[in-house]
């Protein structure tokens, strides 16, 4: 249910694990984020470092709804350097290296690539880092975001 905001937060920078199957083994160094409510018949969510419930349906709802339940600022983001899809902090590559790696027009139009040491996917800023952007910085309005 949450598998779009997974990727949104590791967009953010946030280390984000997604439980395909739900939450099996409760981690008290976790906190959990859950569509689930409570009831009468179902275990209770215990064992976690925090549960948050989210009420909302849209991706991009859910992910104000989640930054404004954790408390999060602009300053604990650090956009664009995890992996969209496992999760691991993003390397440098060097341009050589992503050569046959990327399609040919993003090779000689793009000069910086990042990659994935996990699972290997290549990443560049393309025209799309910039809506991503613009969305992240829409979630702090009153705060300006410089890259470090």
């Known amino acids: 249910m949450l598998g779009r905001l997974a990727v949104w937060l590791r967009l953010l920078g946030l280390d984000t694990v997604y439980l395909a199957g739900g939450p099996k083994t409760p981690r008290p160094d976790r906190v959990l984020l859950t569509r689930r409510t409570t009831r009468p018949h179902q275990p209770r969510l215990g064992g976690w470092q925090r549960v948050v419930r989210l009420t909302e349906n849209r991706t991009l709802d859910q992910l104000r709804e ?80 410089s890259r470090g």
């Not at 496992?86 to 390397?91: G, S, V, Y």
């Open 66 to 145: 989640a930054v404004h339940a954790l408390g999060l600022t602009l300053q604990d983001a650090a956009p664009l350097t995890r992996c969209s899809r496992c999760n691991a902090p993003l390397d440098p590559l060097d341009r050589s290296a992503a050569f046959g790696r990327v399609p040919e027009f993003v090779f000689e139009h793009q000069t910086e690539f990042f990659s994935c040491p996990t699972c290997g996917r290549i990443y560049w800023p393309g025209t799309h880092q910039g809506r991503m952007m613009a969305i992240i910085q829409g979630l702090w309005p009153d705060e300006n975001f």
